[in-house]
């Protein structure tokens, strides 16, 4: 079972490029979401998607832009990359129920020089 | 917003002792979850918990769900070196309806001595 899954696993950009990130899950999930995660601070909510077609702002969203055009994809778009990006970032997924858990994928390492 | 305070921020403990964490929240939550997170990889969920006083386990691992609703705790019993790792706290935010987007603690990172 591949479940969320993620990619690249790792990316370094210079500062001012810019990048996708890569998210597909095979659970049918309707709903997903990107995370970023720096050190000691937990993860924080950049974008989810409730379905298809339906995006929206998380608790950090600046700097970053999404798309859901089908059901299984959630990509992340860098469009100026700068240095206060270098994180890890996770997609994650779950059903449509609210006390339904999230999947996490393994993560992406972005470094921004 | 939703805060959720967790602790301790760290523990170094000997293989074979009793772990215990908890997590407070500044309101009422419906559902409290507990991840795990290895080294290089994205949070496995341990155990989830959806009512009020429930006492769940999953083999070595027990959780409780707090009668307040504002809190609840994880025990490991009889730590092993592969507990090694940072455990989350998380529960879905409350805003305006919101449900499914979930507030996580800043983590409890778990060493275990050989």
């Known amino acids: 079972n591949a479940g969320v899954t993620q990619t690249p696993k790792f990316r370094i950009l210079k500062i001012g490029q810019s990048m996708t990130l890569q998210c597909t899950q095979d659970m049918n999930h309707n709903y997903m979401y990107w995370y970023r995660q720096d050190p000691g601070m937990g993860l924080k909510l950049i974008y989810y998607s409730v379905g298809a077609g339906i995006t929206d702002k998380g608790e950090v969203p600046n700097g970053y832009n999404v798309s859901r055009s089908t059901t299984e994809d959630f990509p992340l778009r860098l469009e100026l990359a700068a240095p206060s990006q270098t994180s890890v970032y996770f997609c994650?997924?779950?059903?449509?129920?609210?006390?339904?858990?999230?999947?996490f994928g393994d993560g992406t390492r972005l470094s921004i020089l | 917003g939703q805060q959720l305070n967790q602790s301790p921020q760290s523990m170094f403990i000997q293989e074979g002792e009793d772990v215990s964490m908890n997590c407070t929240s500044s309101s009422i939550f419906n559902t409290w979850l507990w991840y795990k997170q290895d080294p290089g990889e994205g949070p496995v969920l341990l155990i989830a918990l959806y009512k009020a006083g429930e006492l769940t386990s999953n083999g070595r691992l027990t959780a409780q769900f707090g009668i307040t609703r504002k809190d609840s705790f994880l025990n490991i019993s009889a730590s092993i070196p592969s507990d090694v790792g940072i455990y989350f706290c998380?529960?879905?935010?409350?805003?305006?309806?919101?449900?499914?987007?979930?507030?996580f603690g800043k983590g409890t990172l778990l060493t275990v001595n050989p």
């Open positions: 998380a529960g879905p935010g409350n805003s305006g309806g919101s449900n499914y987007k979930l507030t």
């Open positions: 994650a997924s779950s059903r449509i129920s609210e006390d339904q858990p999230q999947h």
